[in-house]
């Protein structure tokens, strides 16, 4: 019998089932990466609720994710189970189904621009607009909402300070210069530049809540947070830089996106991108995570990266600590859950369980090591100066 059929023989079966038992077909996938439905060991999937397994089968990761806001199922070390379903391709093995999403996603992607200028804010509204709480209990003081930088630390504050000045030393920045921080977030690294190399700074964010947040903590600094879009700047800047927002620009505005960089900085001028990037390259996200975390996201390849910058800029230095993400992410959740009795009362419980499924899928994510963490230094063409790597 061929996948398919076997999965929709199983999908009627699990319509009429009133026990745990989970169809053959999911038990099989799930025994490619050595896990099991009620398991007794703590990557295992504890089912409370055999409707689980048709919302797996009908709607993929979404119907996963879901069903576990829903509470349907638990895991006692969630990050493991992700890290082993993501090593063991389970998505891939899942078929058509799989198939279709990916060629939707494609077309989609090729018909329309989900990260135009008029859908620009959506991921700030409903992501970063979340609440500032949220993110004042799980980061560190910097405000940090990127990987840290773990190198000779055991602490995430230290990690996150080890990031933001190895961002300014490999950027080589000089006292006067003025820098474009593209996806300033609460302005930790504006901060930072702005104090200990005395630049100043130009900070932009499509988040209504960080621009109010970046504001108060950078008065009396030589910094300026605005509410705006990469592609509004007009005015020329020494460096440029950008964290962590890079994975909201999408595919289709990658040549405008370089090309305004490229615009704004002198020949001489170094611009440092830090971003997220995947093993391989994708036109489509993970259905979960489009939907409750990071709306029309897309992450790049080393592939699509090299052929954007082809012709627009040099690679200086090309960096990837993927593998400190994993750490960041595993110290983000264990602040945001001590944190939780005093959030609770403004956030439900499915809230709760969703951010847990946010933060432990993408730890595994890292773990598995689809997902790596990329640092470029990148010059124009024109640069004369030879770059000396930083580490």
């Not at 950078?218 to 020494?238: K, M, N, V, W």
Request: proline letters at 4%; hydrophobic letters at 40%.
């Amino acid at each position: 019998m061929d996948t398919d059929m076997h999965a929709s023989d199983s999908l009627a079966a699990v319509s009429t089932s009133a026990h745990h038992t989970p169809p053959g077909f999911l038990a099989d996938l799930a025994a490619r990466a050595d896990i099991r439905f009620n398991g007794n060991r703590p990557w295992d999937i504890q089912v409370h609720d055999p409707a689980v397994y048709s919302r797996i089968l009908r709607h993929g990761s979404l119907g996963f994710g879901e069903s576990y806001m829903d509470g349907l199922w638990d895991s006692q070390a969630l990050d493991v189970t992700f890290d082993r379903l993501l090593r063991a391709r389970i998505d891939e093995a899942l078929g058509w189904r799989v198939k279709l999403r990916g060629m939707a996603a494609y077309l989609r992607d090729r018909m329309m621009n989900r990260q135009s200028t008029a859908r620009a804010f959506q991921v700030g509204e409903q992501h970063y607009d979340a609440g500032n709480d949220i993110f004042q209990a799980m980061l560190d003081p910097t405000m940090s909402y990127s990987c840290g930088y773990w190198q000779d630390t055991d602490y995430l504050a230290q990690a996150q300070w080890n990031k933001l000045d190895l961002i300014c030393r490999k950027l080589d920045l000089q006292p006067g210069e003025k820098l474009l921080d593209i996806g300033c977030g609460w302005g930790g690294l504006a901060i930072h530049a702005a104090r200990e190399y005395g630049v100043s700074v130009v900070g932009i964010t499509v988040s209504r809540e960080q621009q109010a947040l970046a504001r108060e903590r950078c008065q009396g600094l030589p910094i300026e947070i605005r509410l705006t879009d990469y592609r509004s700047l007009e005015e020329p800047f020494d460096k440029a830089v950008s964290v962590g927002m890079f994975e909201h620009v999408g595919s289709s505005n990658y040549a405008t996106y370089f090309d305004t960089v490229a615009r704004l900085l002198p020949e001489d001028g170094l611009f440092l991108l830090h971003t997220i990037g995947s093993d391989r390259s994708a036109h489509n996200s993970d259905a979960w995570l489009d939907k409750y975390i990071f709306p029309n996201g897309q992450l790049p390849s080393a592939a699509q990266l090299s052929d954007q910058l082809e012709q627009r800029f040099l690679i200086e230095d090309w960096h990837n600590f993927g593998p400190d993400y994993d750490r960041t992410l595993l110290a983000w959740w264990d602040r945001f859950n001590a944190a939780w009795p005093e959030l609770q009362a403004r956030y439900s419980k499915r809230f709760y369980r969703m951010w847990h499924y946010y933060l432990m899928c993408c730890a595994g994510y890292f773990r598995a090591r689809q997902g790596q963490l990329w640092q470029l230094v990148l010059s124009k063409p024109g640069r004369n100066t030879v770059y000396r790597s930083v580490r």
